[in-house]
Structures are given as C-alpha cells and as structure tokens.
C-alpha cells in the first residue's frame, strides 16, 4: 500500500491507504450482494449507455454488460489499483475504463465521443462510493441531468457508520496520540445522508424514486488464531483513512487497541461472526 492521496485528492485533504484489490475481495461475496439488490430495481430494458460510477475492482461492472450486452459500459474510478485489476478481468475489452474522482468527474463526457449529447446515459450506477464523496448531495442533479429520457440513477451508500465497527474505530482514534490527525479523514468518511434527504432530491426532479434500507446480518467466518473478521472487512474500506496517517509501531498499536475493542462488540463464535451492516439505496427514474 502507499500512503499517498488517491488521485483527485484536494490539496491539504486527509490522505488515505491506497485501495488494495486483494483486500477489498476478500469479502466479494457480501459485498457484491447490495449491488445485485440495487439493480434489481432498476428496469432498463436496452439501455444505450451505461456507467458505474466508483466501480472498483471491476467484476461487479461487468455484471452489467452480462445484462445488457448490446450496451457501451463504461466503469470509473479514481483508485489506478483498482483500474488495473478491473483491466486485468475484462479479457474481452468489453467495459472502457476511465479514472476519475467522482467530484471531477463530468457526466456529459460519458459518451464514445466525447460529449453525450442529447441522448445521456441510460443508467448511471454508483454503488458503496458517495460516503466517500463529501460534496456528492450537490452533483448529484449534475448527474440526473446528464441522464437521458426515461434514464435512470441508482445509489446505494452504507448507513452502518454508528454501528460498532465505524463507533469504536473513532473511539480508538480519540485516544490515539495523532487523534488529532486521524478526525478529518474519519468525518469525511461519514458523508452520507439519511434515506429521506436522497428521496427529497430525487422526488424535486422525477415523480419516480424508490428509497429504502435493507441490513445485511453478515455472518463471517472468524478462524480463532487470526486476525477478527471485523478488522478484515474494515481494512479494505472504512479504515483507509487511518492506515494513510499511521505507519508502523503507531498502526501497530491502533490496531491492536481497535482489535480488542472489535473482540467485545462482536465475539466469535462457533460459525463464526454476526456483522449487522445496514445500507441505504435509491432508485430515480426521469420522465420518458
């Protein structure tokens, strides 16, 4: 991992880890579920253009040209590790893949070429990316209307960030001798909003918006020499902005004090750890 900001990182902004590909999937699985609920709700029949936004590793964006296989998709993140893996599975060349930051990103260059026109994009994705996007209550009309006629938006953000794991992970941070270095990159990780405030902006520009919460009881197998599952999950997604400030004996000691603290909020048992983790989704249609 670097310790350098990913890319489109403001100046001054808290950095984070690098993504790591190898980690992220270590929970493919359960991670790849909400997705599969979310586009489940989404009704495009032959969409002409369709967009991942914050695709990651790229196997759950080629889910989307398994389903429509007639449409050009394209896949966006700002993470080159990320990018690189998705390159490496799409053997096909059948998604474009472009790096981006979400708050850089312009919806009306989606097209083959160039600018999108009149037509838009058809289905714009983002899943389990917005918390990390501050700003993104401000883009997302930018992206409604880039859609277009009868195009659809659909997001789906964890809402688990008083749970537990994200609770104590700040509570280990407080105490931590850089806690002052750690706040920042831990606030900005909690920028979603709550289910009603996305059906509100949605509802302002289309009468058909679907919103709601599911959560997920996860059950992780948990070997009892190893490492917590918890901490496993973490490290590949909400710890980030912790381990890009902390390096060695200070890391060290945070994540054992984090550990000890995971060991008591979700114990092992024989089949292993219950992780409850909520999500919020949304599903916004435009007129046709």
Same mark, same amino acid.
């Given at each position: 991992?670097?310790?350098?900001?990913?890319? #489109?990182?403001?100046? +001054?902004?808290?950095?984070?880890?690098? *993504?790591?590909?190898?980690?992220?999937?270590?929970?493919?699985?359960?991670?790849?579920?909400?997705?599969?609920?979310?586009?489940?709700?989404?009704? %495009?029949?032959?969409?002409?253009?369709?967009?991942?936004?914050?695709?990651?590793?790229?196997?759950?964006?080629?889910?989307?040209?398994?389903? *429509?296989?007639?449409?050009?998709?394209?896949?966006?993140?700002?993470?080159?590790?990320?990018?690189?893996?998705?390159?490496?599975?799409? !053997? #096909?060349?059948?998604?474009?893949?472009?790096?981006?930051?979400?708050?850089? *990103?312009?919806?009306?260059?989606? +097209?083959?070429?160039?600018?999108? #026109?009149?037509?838009?994009? /058809?289905?714009?994705?983002?899943?389990?990316?917005?918390? *990390?996007?501050?700003?993104?209550?401000?883009?997302?009309?930018?992206?409604?209307?880039?859609?277009?006629?009868?195009? !659809?938006?659909?997001?789906?953000?964890?809402?688990?960030?008083?749970?537990?794991?994200?609770?104590?992970?700040?509570?280990?941070?407080?105490?931590?001798?850089?806690?002052?270095?750690?706040?920042? #990159?831990? /606030?900005?990780?909690?920028?979603?909003?709550?289910?009603? !405030?996305?059906?509100?902006?949605?509802?302002?520009?289309?009468?058909?918006?679907?919103?709601?919460? !599911?959560?997920?009881?996860?059950?992780?197998?948990?070997?009892?020499?190893?490492?917590?599952?918890?901490?496993?999950?973490?490290?590949?997604? +909400?710890?980030?902005?912790?381990?890009?400030?902390?390096?060695?004996?200070?890391?060290?000691?945070?994540?054992?004090?984090?550990?000890?603290?995971?060991?008591? %909020?979700?114990?092992?048992?024989?089949?292993?750890?219950?992780?409850?983790?909520?999500?919020?989704?949304?599903?916004?249609?435009?007129?046709?």
């Amino acid at each position: 991992m670097t310790d350098a900001p990913p890319p #489109g990182a403001a100046p +001054g902004r808290p950095s984070d880890a690098a *993504w790591d590909p190898r980690q992220y999937a270590v929970f493919a699985g359960p991670r790849g579920r909400p997705f599969a609920d979310l586009l489940a709700r989404v009704e %495009a029949d032959r969409p002409g253009l369709v967009v991942d936004l914050g695709c990651g590793p790229g196997e759950l964006t080629l889910g989307l040209a398994d389903r *429509w296989p007639d449409a050009q998709v394209v896949g966006i993140d700002s993470s080159p590790q990320m990018l690189e893996r998705a390159r490496t599975l799409d !053997t #096909g060349g059948r998604v474009r893949w472009q790096q981006a930051a979400a708050e850089d *990103w312009d919806a009306t260059s989606a +097209g083959p070429a160039g600018p999108a #026109g009149p037509a838009g994009i /058809d289905v714009l994705v983002t899943n389990a990316t917005l918390q *990390w996007v501050p700003s993104h209550l401000r883009l997302v009309p930018t992206w409604l209307a880039a859609l277009a006629p009868g195009g !659809t938006f659909a997001l789906q953000v964890p809402a688990n960030f008083d749970a537990p794991s994200h609770r104590l992970m700040r509570e280990v941070a407080a105490r931590h001798p850089r806690a002052a270095d750690l706040a920042p #990159g831990l /606030d900005r990780a909690q920028a979603v909003a709550r289910p009603e !405030t996305y059906a509100a902006l949605l509802l302002e520009r289309t009468p058909h918006v679907d919103v709601w919460q !599911t959560t997920y009881e996860h059950v992780l197998a948990a070997d009892p020499d190893g490492p917590h599952p918890v901490l496993e999950w973490v490290r590949g997604t +909400g710890l980030r902005p912790v381990l890009g400030v902390l390096e060695g004996a200070e890391r060290e000691i945070f994540l054992s004090d984090y550990e000890q603290a995971l060991e008591m %909020a979700y114990p092992r048992r024989d089949f292993g750890v219950l992780f409850p983790f909520t999500r919020t989704f949304a599903v916004a249609r435009m007129p046709a």
